[in-house]
């Protein structure tokens, strides 16, 4: 599981175990926007690569954390994938693999 920090600018609460919970239903129907601390940039999913871009309130930008550690689409469609070494993160079809579970570390 890789560490990733980043700013969730939608609500959240940490449950037992570390695993992030949406704060109200409304939130986990809908996601929110991961954001870079730092850059203040979005993360957005663009021709199947993850990378950060500026924030627009895009589909594409808008995300929710599963249980198990998944950035997934909103709509469901996609999750990061890490990168390998060297490589950049990209999106593909959720499949619960280890290479799509993340710990997030959120700071306020």
């Known amino acids: 599981m890789r560490a990733v920090e980043v700013a969730l600018l939608c609500p959240v609460l940490i449950g037992a175990g570390g695993a992030l919970l949406p704060a109200a239903p409304a939130a986990a129907a809908t996601g929110g926007p991961i954001v870079n601390a730092l850059t203040r940039r979005c993360l957005d999913a663009r021709s199947g690569i993850a990378r950060l871009y500026t ?21 469901g469609s996609r999750c990061v994938v890490a990168g390998t070494a060297g490589a950049a993160a990209r999106t593909a079809s959720c499949d619960g693999s280890a290479a799509q579970s993340f710990q997030l570390v959120v700071r306020p």
């Open 55 to 75: 924030c627009a309130g895009q589909a594409r930008q808008t995300w929710t954390v599963t249980g198990t550690g998944e950035l997934r689409l909103a709509d």
